[in-house]
């Protein structure tokens, strides 16, 4: 949620984030509504004003003006209902159309839709085969590492795993909390639910909203990151300023829906309903510069660990309309997945300022003793079963097996995955 204050006095700000961001947002509908209730409020003031003055005139009134003062005040009394109604009314409204308002972009985006991400870095080269390289799919069929049947028990864009690869991705997640733990974040395990605020609090309702799936019967929803349980933990605190900046590594199973996804990625690992994550989480001081540092140090890590895993990847910055309504600046971390010929995202190093903070009333107070909404930032660590697929097609060997890089040998206890049987 953005500052109404700002909204109200720079509103030609917000209408280029509207267009720049593509969201269908009617913003001079929003800040004639915004003026409706300010109007309400200030008369809801009047009337409460002058009902306390007659209530205070009654007792010492003559006979003659005590019934009208009565009257008067009993009018009253029914109007500042009637503007209370009208109020909660008009304030729900609004509340309704500032959640979709979105955040300025920081100027260095590219401006459009996805064609207009721009690539930034690439660290390493694609692989060069001396034979005829298998795509994810048929590594694991040939080594009888994933088990077909589960779609017959849990349906399509499920997957489950079998042998050396079940193990493998056990180890890349205990791997990357283990990375995290090392550069001073705090490791966590997390549900896989939260209540319908907490969605509100990162942004991912209203927008996205049928990406999610409702469990059935409660108030609970599935998340699709850990971000949604991190960024609602401190909701309503007022945290030291010795705290910050708080950083988290969260770990939970993820669920998403990946409605109005029907025909992409429909084989093999890219695109599950379910998936595993270790999520980056910052939450800091409101200063640019402390955002920025921030968002160097989750970028340098899904750099490193990416490193580490000896993948070839590239850095994008990404656009304006392909960024999201809540974010400041976006950069997408891209692997190469040689069956593609192309680079897939892996990570998403996300800035949000006080755009999360707001929503979810995340504060702390500054040395000067002022209350400030923070900043909040995010980056996936390491996502499975997605990063499976270029580890494998990356590093398979002519025979069929898998090299483990070297950092993930003491987790594995071998050097190559072998075939199941």
């Given amino acids: 949620m953005v500052d109404l204050k700002r909204l109200r006095q720079e509103p030609e700000v917000f209408h280029r984030a509207i267009r720049e ?20 409020k200030k008369r ?38 009637r503007l209370e109604e009208a109020l909660r009314e008009k304030e729900a409204q609004l509340e309704a159309l500032l959640l979709q308002v979105p955040l300025p972009p920081w100027p260095g985006a590219p401006v459009g839709g996805e064609e207009a991400n721009r690539e930034i870095k690439r660290v390493g080269s694609p692989p060069e085969f001396s034979f005829p390289p298998l795509d994810h ?9 994933w088990e077909p049947r589960i779609s017959q028990v849990s349906g399509s864009r499920s997957y489950a795993l079998k042998g050396d690869l079940a193990l493998y991705e056990l180890a890349l997640l205990r791997f990357a909390m283990d990375f995290m733990a090392r550069r001073g974040f705090l490791p966590m395990t997390l549900p896989s639910y939260a209540r319908e605020k907490a969605f509100l609090g990162t942004g991912h309702f209203p927008a996205y909203r049928d990406q999610v ?19 609602a933990l401190h909701s309503g605190e007022i945290l030291p300023y010795e705290a910050l900046p708080l950083r988290y590594a969260g770990y939970a199973p993820a669920f998403r829906s990946e409605a109005g996804s029907f025909g992409k990625d429909v084989r093999g690992l890219m695109r599950v309903h379910q998936f595993h994550k270790v999520e980056q989480y910052v939450l800091t001081e409101a200063s640019l510069e402390a955002s920025d540092r921030a968002f160097q ?15 070839p990847y590239r850095l994008v910055e990404v656009a304006t309309g392909d960024m999201g309504p809540g974010k400041w600046r ?23 300022l006080d755009w999360q903070a707001r929503r ?20 996936t660590a390491l996502a499975t079963p997605r990063i499976l697929a270029m580890l ?30």
């Avoid at 961001?21 to 109007?39: H, I, M, N, S, T």
């Avoid at 799919?137 to 590492?145: D, R, T």
């Avoid at 976006?330 to 949000?352: F, M, N």
Wanted: hydrophobic share 40%; proline share 5%.
């Fill in 360 to 379: 979810a009333n995340l504060r702390y107070r500054d040395p000067e003793g002022r209350v400030r909404y923070a900043y909040t930032l995010n980056n």
């Fill in 44 to 81: 809801l003031q009047e009337v409460q004003t002058e009902r306390n003055q007659v209530a205070k005139r009654v007792p010492k009134a003559p006979p003659e003006e005590k019934e009208a003062l009565i009257a008067r005040g009993r009018a009253l009394g029914e109007e500042a209902k």
């Fill in 213 to 231: 799936w409702a469990i059935a019967e409660t108030d609970l929803y599935l998340t699709g990151t850990a971000e949604v349980v991190l960024n």
């Fill in 392 to 421: 494998l097609e990356n590093h398979q060997l002519q025979d069929g097996r898998v090299r483990v890089p070297k950092a993930l040998v003491p987790y594995m206890g071998k050097e190559v995955l072998e075939p199941c049987g």
């Fill in 137 to 145: 799919v048929a590594l694991m069929e040939k080594n009888g590492w």
């Fill in 21 to 40: 961001k593509g969201v269908a947002l009617d913003l001079e509908a929003l800040l004639a509504l915004d003026q409706e209730v300010q109007e309400l």
């Fill in 330 to 352: 976006q950069v997408d971390v891209e692997v190469y997945l040689p069956s593609e010929g192309r680079y897939r995202e892996t990570h998403s190093c996300s800035a949000l």
């Fill in 297 to 311: 140090e989750l970028l340098e890590n899904a750099e490193e660990i990416l490193r580490l895993l000896e993948l």
